[in-house]
């Protein structure tokens, strides 16, 4: 997706140098000027799109880079965890090893998911073993290139593998295990580090140093890598989903699950600027309503809206947790103990609180237009409808603008509204996401006091017309709802007939 260059720091044109060198030279061919306008035309503009990444970041590795100036570490991808119950062919003593692998085919994404247990498993002589597993794929010794260049700093692709959990990960080079350094700041030339780099394609490469501040490897020397992948959110799975003994031990007779919860995606580049900035202004002096709500949502990928609200000697935070809906006590309890940390002395008391919700429901009529399915159709403007209304429609525009309509229609739309869109859809949903984004004006999100505005109903639903919408009417709400101060609007029931 392009982005427009919003950094001019170098504003020349190509009028700008051109007009004035006509002028002093008269008597000059004008095609000199000519070529000398353009390329410092084009070096403007290189210049202005460097200076835009670096300082507005839209790529993933220039996200990273500049968490790095803040001191700040992004969140990456990991897996959920389960509870998985094992029954055995009879009763016996039988321990299964950490890593014993069982699977299932996710209902929302149609994809294998393998679950991993993170300790040793027993029955007890009984016939059923219980363990907890964590949503994850191990790849051992994964001959992932050989060293062919002793440049500083070099770094070798991982092909093939996405989603990388960055604890996970250790090197063998020439028998000799290389460990994973964050920086290389404080590595010594004879200290065999290596930095994993994420990209903006979630695939990741490993770095070595320059032989100073960290070692470089071999020429010649095979490397081979050992990791866990995760498919992150999209991994979750509902009870009795996991089914399959991947393992293959031939005592097992059946695996199920309880229920899969937790882990999270790579943090979206806008929540690395975001919490980047943050990692900078929040030195132990939280108290303003902006502060709060910076730190907020630094405290969690699962806050997705926070509103502060700051007082003497005490302070309050409303959040809204991914999903919507009311934020859990352990969520709660997270924001408290973080952004109380960054309190002056770490002692001013902060309490977390759920949103004061504007509920709207919304009641439309839709005419299907010939040739369209009626019940996709009316699920589109059910969506274009809740986007209009929801309170977390942040959680849908970033992870758009960082993983693109696919992966956002399978790890965020079906999953969170629980719709069955497939990829024929994407043209549809992404139009239907910039259409909010239009509507929205100078805004990022849904704010905080921000009414809800019936012709925006109208507007989204006669806009899909393209889409499969004959005739579109809003027969409630008739008139515009208001929000306070203190109120943010939410969708209620939406319902298209």
């Given amino acids: 997706m392009a982005v427009e260059n919003i950094y001019k720091h170098n504003a020349r044109s190509y009028y700008d140098v051109y007009n004035p060198l006509v002028a002093a030279y008269p008597r000059k061919p004008t095609w000199v000027f000519k070529e000398i306008a353009g390329m410092i035309d084009h070096q403007s503009e290189v210049q202005n799109a460097i200076a835009t990444d670096i300082l507005y970041p839209q790529t993933r590795e220039s996200a990273y880079a500049f968490a790095a100036s803040?001191?700040?570490?992004?969140?990456?991808?990991?897996?959920?965890?389960?509870?998985?119950?094992?029954?055995?062919?009879?009763?016996?003593?039988?321990?299964?090893?950490?890593?014993?692998?069982?699977?299932?085919?996710?209902?929302?994404?149609g994809k294998m998911v393998d679950y991993e247990l993170t300790a040793a498993a027993s029955s007890g002589g009984g016939a059923t073993i219980t363990g907890y597993a964590k949503q994850k794929t191990t790849v051992a010794d994964k001959n992932i290139g050989t060293v062919i260049n002793s440049n500083d700093f070099y770094d070798y692709p991982i092909d093939g593998f996405v989603n990388i959990i960055r604890s996970s990960i250790s090197l063998v080079i020439d028998s000799v295990t290389w460990t994973r350094v964050d920086y290389f700041d404080n590595s010594a030339s004879t200290d065999k580090h290596f930095q994993i780099i994420y990209?903006?394609?979630?695939?990741?490469?490993?770095?070595?140093?320059?032989?100073?501040?960290?070692?470089?490897?071999?020429?010649?020397?095979?490397?081979?890598?050992t990791f866990e992948t995760t498919q992150g959110l999209a991994g979750r799975m509902d009870a009795g989903y996991i089914t399959i003994n991947a393992g293959a031990d031939t005592d097992i007779q059946s695996t199920t699950n309880?229920?899969?919860?937790?882990?999270?995606?790579?943090?979206?580049?806008?929540?690395?600027?975001?919490n980047a900035r943050g990692s900078v202004r929040l030195r132990d002096i939280v108290w303003s309503k902006e502060d709060l709500e910076i730190a907020a949502r630094s405290s969690s990928s699962s806050v997705q809206k926070a509103l502060g609200i700051p007082g003497t000697g005490a302070a309050s935070i409303h959040i809204v947790p991914s999903g919507g809906g009311n934020p859990s006590a352990g969520l709660i309890t997270i924001v408290e103990d973080y952004v109380q940390a960054l309190t002056q002395f770490g002692a001013m008391p902060i309490t977390g609180v759920s949103p004061n919700y504007v509920a709207v429901n919304v009641t439309a009529t839709a005419s299907i237009r010939?040739?369209?399915?009626?019940?996709?159709?009316?699920?589109?403007?059910?969506?274009?409808?809740?986007?209009?209304?929801?309170?977390?429609?942040?959680?849908?525009?970033?992870?758009?603008?960082?993983?693109?309509?696919?992966a956002t229609r399978i790890?965020?739309?079906?999953?969170?509204?629980?719709?069955?869109?497939?990829?024929?859809?994407?043209?549809?949903?992404?139009?239907?996401?910039?259409?909010?984004?239009?509507?929205?004006?100078?805004?990022?999100?849904?704010?905080?006091?921000?009414?809800?505005?019936?012709?925006?109903?109208?507007?989204?639903?006669?806009?899909?017309q393209t889409y499969g919408v004959d005739i579109f009417a809003v027969t409630a709400p008739l008139a515009n709802v208001v929000a306070a101060s203190d109120e943010i609007i939410s969708s209620g029931t939406i319902t298209v007939s």
């Fill in 411 to 464: 790890n965020v739309i079906n999953v969170i509204w629980a719709w069955s869109f497939v990829e024929a859809d994407n043209i549809a949903l992404e139009y239907i996401i910039q259409k909010w984004i239009a509507l929205l004006g100078d805004r990022e999100f849904r704010e905080w006091d921000q009414d809800m505005e019936v012709g925006d109903l109208w507007i989204m639903g006669n806009s899909l």
């Fill in 258 to 274: 309880a229920g899969s919860s937790g882990g999270n995606d790579a943090e979206s580049i806008a929540s690395i600027m975001r």
């Fill in 370 to 406: 010939a040739g369209f399915d009626s019940t996709t159709v009316l699920n589109l403007v059910r969506f274009g409808l809740t986007m209009v209304t929801s309170a977390f429609d942040n959680q849908v525009i970033e992870y758009w603008r960082d993983n693109g309509i696919d």
């Fill in 70 to 109: 803040c001191d700040y570490d992004p969140v990456e991808a990991d897996g959920a965890t389960d509870t998985l119950t094992i029954t055995l062919t009879s009763a016996m003593a039988k321990t299964l090893a950490a890593g014993y692998k069982s699977r299932g085919i996710s209902p929302s994404t």
């Fill in 199 to 225: 990209q903006s394609s979630g695939k990741a490469r490993i770095r070595f140093g320059d032989g100073v501040t960290g070692a470089k490897p071999t020429i010649n020397s095979t490397i081979y890598a």
